[in-house]
């Protein structure tokens, strides 16, 4: 029988993403028929995986779902808080089927987040070589000038390391606030935020519109939704996965 890395076994159940199980391996919280394991390690289907104790059960077949949410803000992007905050996953009671975030939106901001069980396409979303493209609607005070807009366009340093190059355009502008579409293709912590927070701008507002093809639309805060076969294609595409 194929023996398949444990990561990819623990995505594919649902239980979170290949990176959060790589980093779950790595913290020595997954033993595999009782034993600890270490990253790269593989296992096949018949073998009892177990992370902090609850065992994950593994399917070769699976039914893959995905969604996309509004997220409204005062929700944190996890599967649980310990703190008893409300998190994203409360807005999806009654979903059968066990899915998790892909990326996250911090708890003040609001709009466009994945859901998946689907381990290799939430992997794919998120990893840095793929580029994917995600567009933020910013509202920035007190306003904005020419020297902040290139330094945006161009790149900024945060947490040490200079952004990638951003589409920054002007979509609104009053007095005291100014609305900016900002597209990016990178998914580091609380980016946008940061950016903006380097060239002395005040993030008023944060919503993320746009992840690659996928529009948020008219979908309204809290609510969700299966994407389309339309839909699904063309993120595959992007991300370069024809299936």
């Known amino acids: 029988m194929e023996k398949i890395r ?17 980093e779950l391996i790595s913290n020595g919280r997954v033993k595999l028929n009782g034993r600890p394991i270490k990253l790269g390690d593989k296992c096949t289907y018949k073998d009892l995986i177990t992370i902090d104790g609850e065992r994950i059960y593994l399917s070769r077949k699976k039914n893959f779902i995905y969604l996309m949410m509004n997220k409204p803000r005062g929700y944190v992007t996890t599967v649980s808080d ?6 994203v996953m409360d807005l999806l009671e009654g979903l059968e089927e066990r899915v998790y975030p892909v990326g996250r939106l911090d708890r003040n901001s609001e709009g466009l987040l994945l859901f998946t069980n689907d381990g290799e396409f939430a992997n794919s979303i998120m990893h840095p070589s793929r580029h994917i493209s995600k567009t933020y609607r ?40 100014v609305v900016l579409l900002i597209t990016i293709k990178e998914g580091r912590n609380r980016q946008i935020r940061k950016m903006c927070e380097a060239v002395g701008l005040e993030v008023a507002r944060l919503r993320r519109i746009s992840v690659g093809p996928l529009k948020l639309g008219m979908l309204k805060p809290g609510s969700v939704r299966e994407l389309t076969a339309e839909e ?12």
């Open 232 to 243: 699904l294609r063309a993120i595959r595409t992007a991300i370069g996965k024809e299936n």
């Open 138 to 177: 910013v509202t920035v005070r007190p306003g904005v000038n020419d020297d902040q807009l290139v330094a945006l366009a161009d790149g900024v340093e945060i947490d040490g390391r200079k952004t990638l190059p951003a589409s920054v355009i002007v979509k609104d502008k009053q007095e005291g606030r």
């Open 6 to 22: 444990i990561q990819k076994m623990i995505a594919d159940s649902g239980y979170c993403s290949r990176r959060k199980a790589e």
């Open 82 to 87: 310990e703190l008893e905050r409300k998190c």
